[in-house]
């Protein structure tokens, strides 16, 4: 039995292509839970959905940078 020398690179491209998918999941989800705190909690302003939409953003780049960096290893 062979052993494919593409199947590593492969891996590699699969990982890559969920990325944006993962991406707009967790910011979808958490603008999601802030429009719906805005609307349980808040007086008129947008501050949940904001905050959380921000804070998803960056939650979202950390994973990114942390699959790129398992993926050169």
């Known amino acids: 039995m062979e052993k494919d020398p593409n199947k ?3 891996n590699k491209w699969i990982a890559l292509i969920n990325i944006p ?3 707009g999941i967790i910011i979808f989800l958490f ?5 719906w705190l805005d609307k349980k909690y808040s007086n008129g302003g947008s501050l949940w959905t904001i905050v959380l939409s921000l804070f998803s953003v960056f939650l979202a780049l950390y994973n990114v940078i942390r699959q790129v960096k398992n993926l050169n290893k």
Request: overall charge neutral; glycine content about 18%; aromatic content about 28%.
């Open 31 to 35: 603008s999601y839970f802030g429009t």
């Open 21 to 23: 998918f993962q991406m």
């Open 8 to 10: 590593g690179q492969n």
